[in-house]
């Protein structure tokens, strides 16, 4: 690949077109931006009334984890900001089975394919007698949706350390898909 | 009797044949190991049974267990054997992991000249259906597995489902591979059946007819060559059994030893049993070097596993989804391509992020994620890996951009440059009247075609399918050319040249083709791009019919789709400019 000089990023950055349209319609955080203020809950206004309040989008559901098993998964969408709560009947070595594991991530826009990701990054404490032996385990929530099909599939991917976020991962990606309504 | 001789590396036997030139008798094998044959492994296999279920590493134990090292006994055995054994960089690893003492008996093999190592390509993935940098990546860490593993990588190069192209021949010398094993019937399927030479030359490179005997004699020279293994490693070992069906993959003793007694026979009769790369040395010098006739990329099982087994074609079980997990390939792939470009411009350090993502992309794109008969378990082994290698570029991209403190930039991964806004949009314009009557065959799911006006001679056609209640799940639609001789392409590792063959030079009636940019043509003068972000399929042309047919038969009936390719009027050059910029070198606002 081309080689860039190190230390002339920001030289080469210069002011580019004014904002133009691209793929599938509206600068992707234009859109979500947009998205999020016309599914948010605004109470009538009147005089002297406050701003709007903007809620999240919110999504819940059981997919299957890995094929037998279940995570059940609930998003929560303020712009391309997402919080997760996962709970997996099955832990699999890096995680705990039937309790609430939490963490916050991103929807994360592809217009140009119309696609959707949501990521969360689930920090949890060490499994005893799994892959990570004494570590803690970082887990990795992607999955996508193409536009708006119930249906999502991806991984819940662990690797050991904390705060770890790629690299060799501690075991298989676990497989996750399913139904799961789009956010509002 | 010196001449024909092969005195220094003791292989060749020699005996008189009527011709008068003293035969050398040459006996090879390619034992193909595939470490991800059961990609992800059985779980969900038994549908009704979850006591079939065995996870992915049990699976690839037994793979190791039951049929690799029996094999590598076996020619531990015979110290003056040579054998060709192919597997992926990804085996080595897990050998490492958690076989040490069958990697260490492979390294004394292969170090002592006994073994030669084959290997293509980290993951066994569908190389020849994207663009040449994911097989170059993949490469780079099956050599980088050699290494650490200090195993010598073997000269000869074979690859998953025998994927073979000529694009190969081009990056061969630069990553020390010296013979190509082109598969006899992906050969004999384009040409008919042939009588194979010892030696073809192969660009700079060599390529030698993969189990297809040799029977040479041009006076001076008398080769023969028989190939003792051509397929699948793991069912010699087990008796012919594949790891699908674990209750009888198992080591069978008596298969080896039959196998043994082969070799011995042949032995006694003259023939050297000895690697792909020493028959390449013995011979290389001493017999034309003959030009193979032109060759499309597939597979090797074709016709009954054309290329289109994995894009598009379906196979025995449910749960296959052909175009979404290859779609979602390219979609990580262009991501990752533009987090690569925005990371050197940034100056940011991500090596190892970037690495892992390439990583993981490679092992999703795994061919047994679409075929030949993928399980739901295969399937998701696919996606899994793909969805996380995009998540992970995502983040590369985004830290890149960060660093930069631009907000909206413009990433060029062609340009290797970051711009501060958003990019001009070069693939979309306004809707326009049919300019193409393609025909969609959907059977009772609703479709909706629609056009845009790209640019002057430049359109793009997307086709929304709707479900069916009744379990049509497939879908084809067929893009009208106009016949002519020359059919034009890209080929694997080739992006940024196109190939004109002539139809009139090959002898079947149909072939799929793999479209690693996306690009074949419709006439002298008219192109087909798939978007491959929405359509990775592949393209089925026929001799006498200038048609371009895009078929999937996985398409889930209770899931709507999107289908887009452009039409592109101009000449190949431009149509693979325009096919770089939809697919290998996207430019994308982020």
Same mark, same amino acid.
């Given at each position: 690949?081309?080689?860039?000089a190190?230390?002339?990023? +920001?030289?080469?950055l210069s002011?580019g077109a004014?904002?133009?349209?691209f793929?599938?319609g ?9 998205a999020?203020?016309a599914l948010?809950v605004l109470?009538?206004c009147g %005089?002297?009334?406050e ?7 919110r ?5 299957d984890?890995d +094929?037998?098993?279940?995570a059940?998964v609930e998003l929560?969408a303020? %712009? %391309?900001?997402l919080?997760?709560? +996962?709970?997996?009947?099955?832990g699999?070595g890096?995680?705990p089975?039937d309790?609430e594991l939490? $963490?916050?991530g991103?929807?994360?826009?592809f217009?140009?394919?119309d696609?959707?990701l949501?990521?969360?990054?689930l920090?949890?404490e060490p499994?005893?007698?799994?892959p990570? $032996?004494n570590e ?6 992607s999955?996508y949706?193409?536009?708006n099909a ?6 819940l991917t662990?690797?050991?350390?904390? %705060?770890?976020?790629?690299g060799?991962p501690?075991r298989?990606p676990?497989?996750?898909t399913g ?6 | ?8 590396l ?7 044949a009527?011709?008068?030139a =003293? ?8 034992f193909?190991? /595939?470490?991800?044959? &059961? ?8 549908l009704?049974?979850?006591k079939?279920d065995?996870d992915?590493d049990v699976? #690839?134990d037994?793979?190791i267990?039951e049929?690799f090292?029996p ?5 531990a055995?015979?110290?003056?054997w040579g054998v ?5 960089g990804?085996m080595?690893?897990v050998?490492? =992991?958690r076989?040490p @003492?069958v990697?260490?008996q ?7 000249g006994?073994?030669e190592v084959v ?7 569908l190389y020849?259906?994207?663009?040449? #940098? ?9 050599a980088?597995a ?7 990588l073997?000269r000869?190069l ?9 694009g190969?021949a081009?990056v061969m ?6 013979t ?7 050969w004999?399927?384009?040409h008919g059946?042939?009588?194979?030479? !010892? ?7 060599l390529?030698i ?6 029977n040479?004699?041009d006076?001076?020279t008398?080769?023969?060559?028989r190939?003792t293994?051509f ?10 059994w594949n790891?699908y069906i674990l209750?009888?993959?198992k080591h069978d ?5 039959e196998?043994e007694t082969?070799l011995?026979?042949? #032995? ?5 049993i ?5 028959? &390449? ?5 001493r017999?034309p070097h003959?030009?193979? !006739? !032109? ?8 016709p009954s596993?054309n290329v289109?087994k994995w894009l598009?074609?379906r196979?025995?079980?449910?749960g296959e989804r052909d ?5 979602l ?5 262009r991501?990752?391509?533009a987090?690569?470009a925005?990371?050197?411009a940034?100056?940011?350090?991500a090596r190892?992020?970037?690495?892992s993502?390439w ?6 794109m &795994? ?5 030949i ?8 082994y696919?996606?899994?890996?793909q969805? @996380?290698a995009?998540?992970? =570029?995502r983040?590369a991209l985004?830290d890149a &951009? ?10 060029d ?7 501060k806004g *958003?990019?001009?949009d ?11 009557d ?5 059977? /009772?799911?609703?479709s909706e075609t629609s056009?845009e ?6 359109y793009r056609?997307?086709? #929304? ?10 879908v084809?639609?067929?893009? !009208?050319?106009?016949l002519?001789?020359?059919l034009i392409t890209?080929?694997a590792?080739?992006d940024?040249t196109?190939v004109?063959y002539?139809r009139?030079?090959?002898?079947f009636?149909e ?12 006439g002298p ?7 491959q972000?929405?359509t990775?399929l ?7 019919n200038g048609?371009?047919?895009l078929?999937?038969q996985?398409?889930?009936?209770e899931e709507t789709v999107?289908? *887009?390719f ?5 000449s ?7 096919a770089r910029?939809i /697919?290998?070198?996207r430019?994308?606002?982020?």
């Amino acid at each position: 690949m081309k080689s860039v000089a190190n230390g002339s990023a +920001i030289q080469r950055l210069s002011p580019g077109a004014t904002m133009k349209q691209f793929s599938d319609g509206l600068p992707w955080k234009r859109s979500l931006l947009l998205a999020a203020v016309a599914l948010s809950v605004l109470p009538a206004c009147g %005089d002297g009334e406050e701003s709007a309040e903007v809620t999240a989008r919110r999504s819940a559901g059981s997919l299957d984890l890995d +094929i037998r098993d279940v995570a059940s998964v609930e998003l929560s969408a303020l %712009d %391309d900001a997402l919080s997760a709560k +996962i709970r997996l009947s099955k832990g699999f070595g890096v995680a705990p089975q039937d309790a609430e594991l939490v $963490g916050k991530g991103r929807v994360e826009s592809f217009p140009e394919a119309d696609l959707v990701l949501y990521t969360a990054k689930l920090s949890l404490e060490p499994t005893a007698g799994g892959p990570c $032996g004494n570590e803690p385990v970082s887990l990795a929530l992607s999955l996508y949706r193409r536009g708006n099909a119930e249906r999502v599939g991806g991984a819940l991917t662990p690797y050991c350390g904390r %705060d770890v976020w790629h690299g060799v991962p501690a075991r298989a990606p676990l497989r996750i898909t399913g139904k799961l309504p789009v956010p509002k | 009797m010196r001449q024909y001789l092969s005195c220094a590396l003791g292989l060749a036997l020699c005996l008189l044949a009527g011709s008068g030139a =003293a035969q050398e008798k040459y006996a090879l094998s390619m034992f193909h190991f /595939n470490l991800q044959y &059961v990609a992800g492994g059985m779980v969900g296999f038994g549908l009704e049974d979850p006591k079939v279920d065995l996870d992915n590493d049990v699976v #690839e134990d037994l793979i190791i267990t039951e049929s690799f090292a029996p094999v590598v006994e076996l020619y531990a055995k015979h110290p003056d054997w040579g054998v060709t054994l192919e597997l992926q960089g990804y085996m080595l690893d897990v050998l490492a =992991a958690r076989h040490p @003492e069958v990697l260490k008996q492979l390294r004394a093999l292969a170090k002592a000249g006994s073994a030669e190592v084959v290997s293509c390509h980290y993951s066994d993935l569908l190389y020849i259906a994207y663009p040449g #940098e994911v097989w170059k990546r993949s490469q780079s860490l099956t050599a980088d597995a050699f290494k650490r593993h200090d195993i010598p990588l073997g000269r000869s190069l074979f690859c998953q489902e025998g994927q073979s192209g000529v694009g190969l021949a081009s990056v061969m010398a630069s990553r020390g591979y010296e013979t190509m094993v082109w598969p006899k019937n992906l050969w004999s399927f384009q040409h008919g059946d042939f009588d194979a030479a !010892p030696l073809y030359a192969f660009g700079d490179r060599l390529m030698i007819a993969g189990a297809k005997d040799v029977n040479f004699d041009d006076g001076t020279t008398n080769i023969q060559v028989r190939w003792t293994f051509f397929d699948d490693g793991e069912l010699l070992a087990t008796n012919d059994w594949n790891p699908y069906i674990l209750e009888n993959f198992k080591h069978d003793p008596k298969a080896v030893a039959e196998y043994e007694t082969k070799l011995t026979d042949l #032995e006694t009769q003259g023939f050297s049993i000895t690697t792909v790369e020493k028959y &390449v040395d013995a011979v290389k010098d001493r017999v034309p070097h003959a030009k193979p !006739p !032109p060759l499309f990329d597939g597979t090797w099982q074709t016709p009954s596993h054309n290329v289109g087994k994995w894009l598009g074609t379906r196979g025995l079980w449910p749960g296959e989804r052909d175009n979404d997990v290859r779609t979602l390939g390219a979609i990580a792939y262009r991501e990752l391509m533009a987090a690569e470009a925005a990371v050197s411009a940034t100056g940011l350090e991500a090596r190892a992020k970037l690495d892992s993502a390439w990583r993981l992309l490679v092992l999703g794109m &795994v061919t047994d994620a679409s075929g030949i008969n993928p399980f739901r378990g295969e399937v998701e082994y696919g996606i899994a890996h793909q969805a @996380e290698a995009l998540r992970i =570029a995502r983040e590369a991209l985004r830290d890149a &951009v960060a660093e930069s403190g631009a907000g909206l930039v413009c990433i060029d991964p062609a340009a290797q440059s970051v711009v501060k806004g *958003v990019c001009e949009d070069k693939l979309r314009g306004a809707p326009t009247d049919v300019k193409l009557d393609v025909e969609v065959l959907s059977g /009772n799911r609703s479709s909706e075609t629609s056009w845009e006006e790209v640019a002057p001679g430049t359109y793009r056609a997307q086709i #929304e399918i709707g479900t069916s209640d009744s379990g049509q799940m497939e879908v084809s639609v067929r893009i !009208p050319g106009e016949l002519s001789d020359a059919l034009i392409t890209t080929r694997a590792l080739e992006d940024t040249t196109t190939v004109s063959y002539k139809r009139s030079e090959f002898t079947f009636e149909e072939f799929h083709l793999p479209l690693p940019t996306g690009l074949v043509s419709l006439g002298p003068k008219r192109f087909l791009i798939l978007d491959q972000a929405y359509t990775r399929l592949a393209a089925r042309i026929t001799r006498d019919n200038g048609d371009v047919l895009l078929r999937d038969q996985t398409q889930n009936d209770e899931e709507t789709v999107r289908w *887009v390719f452009y039409i592109f009027d101009g000449s190949a050059e431009d149509a693979l400019k325009l096919a770089r910029s939809i /697919n290998v070198q996207r430019e994308v606002s982020r």
